[in-house]
């Protein structure tokens, strides 16, 4: 089985930052795309950045210049740094990546269970 664990949430003033990290686990032959998306109370579930395995990245509109998404290959990690939060982005972060298990098996997507952050004035 593959697991993907967060860490990294919490509780921080507007301004500050967070570094949240996802590390994928278990039966991986290969890793596609990973991503982080998040989920306001009341709100669907939106993508917030992505990164490829080549290490293309893209960002929602309301994170560019201010969220940056990295990815460590060899530890199969990837990680959201989050500069000068806002209360906007108070949400529960979800870690996302397509992970094969098999080199002939079809890749598929995989959740984490979701890191809290939230930001305060």
């Known amino acids: 089985q593959v697991q993907l664990v967060e860490s990294g949430g919490g509780l921080v003033q507007a301004g500050g930052s967070l570094r949240l990290s996802c590390a994928a686990s278990?039966?991986?032959?290969?890793?596609?795309?990973m991503g982080w998306y998040r989920q306001a109370p009341g709100k669907q579930r939106e993508l917030v950045a992505r990164i490829t395995s080549g290490g293309h990245t893209n960002y929602a509109d309301s994170v560019k210049g201010r969220f940056t998404i990295s990815r460590d290959n060899a530890k199969n990690t990837v990680y959201l740094q989050m500069d000068s939060l806002k209360r906007e982005d108070t949400a529960v972060y979800y870690c996302?990546?397509?992970?094969?298990?098999?080199?002939?098996?079809?890749?598929?997507?995989?959740w984490g269970q979701g890191t809290q952050v939230t930001v305060s004035s």
């Open positions: 278990g039966i991986i032959f290969s890793i596609n795309a």
């Open positions: 996302n990546a397509d992970i094969s298990i098999s080199s002939y098996s079809p890749s598929r997507d995989y």
